[in-house]
């Protein structure tokens, strides 16, 4: 493949690049917009403002922003209605969704505003690259944060069940894209429905593969180093040797400041941080193998939108190709690029 769309979907952006294998890399087009669940979330606020019901449309995506907005909307006493699919954005169980007061339906009743739901929006991206006589590309790699289908289940849990699920299997690098996602990750597959043959990662991996694009990085992976994802919504750190992931945590970053993110961090890598702590904190777990180091050498690597959360701690920003926003893109470009066969992805 000489031609990719690498789509990072986070929750607050989402970042694109067009990736060409000739074309030097500052010359690519790249745009950082608003995320489909911050758009949706305007749109159903706004309907709200006139007083108009709302009808959701489409595909099961990313909620959080989006499921705040319709909670606002049925309390101000304004309805809404939902298609079954793009009802599962709001909860795995249809009951949860009737009882929030959303009612599942079809069809748009006639005066609802109808607000479509999806993670892609191709044609939104098509339209606009054609305006600069660019073609959307035929090959997509794209980033969700996919909780998993948990209906009745601590959906925290079952999302750091997958990340257990990839340590006891081996934890290598290789394995964290796929063209085939598992069937209980249902947001990666509402989007491999729309795009077959499509890529996918979650976004804190392809920050994880971003950040090894930085040669200084990169350079201290095989002595052992954690890496810090700092997203808008979940913050994310693994330990990594080699090509091997030993260790993740994962938490909220609303719950997070400087100064629990310092020791969080500094107890994950000694291997003092207890699963149920990070729980109980409203966060999603930590788990480490066996054969996890209990300190690394040099300061922990840092990338994500929220990285002024570790500033002062002395932390090493990593900036692959020198941008610091696009690391999940070009994450995603790499593995891409191995899921291809292709021997050293590296861009450096």
Request: negative net charge.
């Amino acid at each position: 493949m000489d031609y990719l769309l690498a789509l990072d979907v986070g929750g607050g952006t989402r970042d694109l690049l067009l990736w060409q294998r000739d074309q030097t890399i500052e010359n690519a087009v790249k745009m950082v917009l608003p995320s489909p669940t911050r758009v949706a979330a305007a749109r159903i606020r706004r309907a709200g403002a006139s007083g108009r019901p709302v009808f959701l449309s489409g595909w099961l995506m990313g909620g959080g922003m989006v499921s705040r907005a319709v909670q606002e909307h049925l309390a101000a006493g304004h309805q809404v209605w939902a298609t079954p699919s793009a009802a599962a954005t709001l909860h795995d169980d249809p009951a949860r969704v009737q009882a929030m007061g959303v009612a599942i339906v079809e069809s748009a009743p006639a005066d609802a505003v109808v607000i479509p739901f999806g993670d892609l929006d191709l044609d939104s991206l098509a339209g606009a690259l054609a305006r600069f006589d660019l073609e959307l590309p035929a090959q997509l790699a794209v980033a969700v944060c996919d909780h998993g289908y948990s209906p009745g289940f601590s959906n925290r849990k079952f999302r750091f069940g997958q990340w257990r699920s990839f340590l006891d299997s081996g934890g290598r690098l290789s394995d964290l894209i796929t063209d085939d996602p598992a069937e209980h990750l249902t947001r990666m597959r509402a989007i491999a429905d729309q795009a077959p043959g499509v890529l996918l990662m979650d976004t804190a991996a392809a920050a994880l593969w971003g950040a090894l694009q930085d040669p200084t990085v990169a350079a201290r992976a095989e002595q052992g180093i954690c890496v810090v994802n700092a997203g808008n919504m979940h913050t994310v750190g693994f330990l990594l040797q080699g090509e091997r992931v030993l260790g993740v945590y994962e938490h909220h970053t609303r719950r997070l400041d400087t100064a629990r993110l310092a020791d969080h961090i500094a107890r994950f890598i000694s291997g003092d941080l207890a699963d149920q702590e990070v729980f109980d904190d409203n966060g999603h777990g930590c788990a480490r193998l066996a054969e996890a180091p209990r300190e690394v050498a040099g300061p922990v690597v840092l990338t994500g939108p929220r990285r002024r959360l570790a500033q002062g701690l002395g932390w090493q920003t990593a900036v692959p190709l020198g941008d610091v926003m696009l690391s999940g893109c070009f994450g995603l470009v790499a593995a891409a690029r191995v899921a291809w066969g292709e021997a050293d992805p590296r861009w450096f």
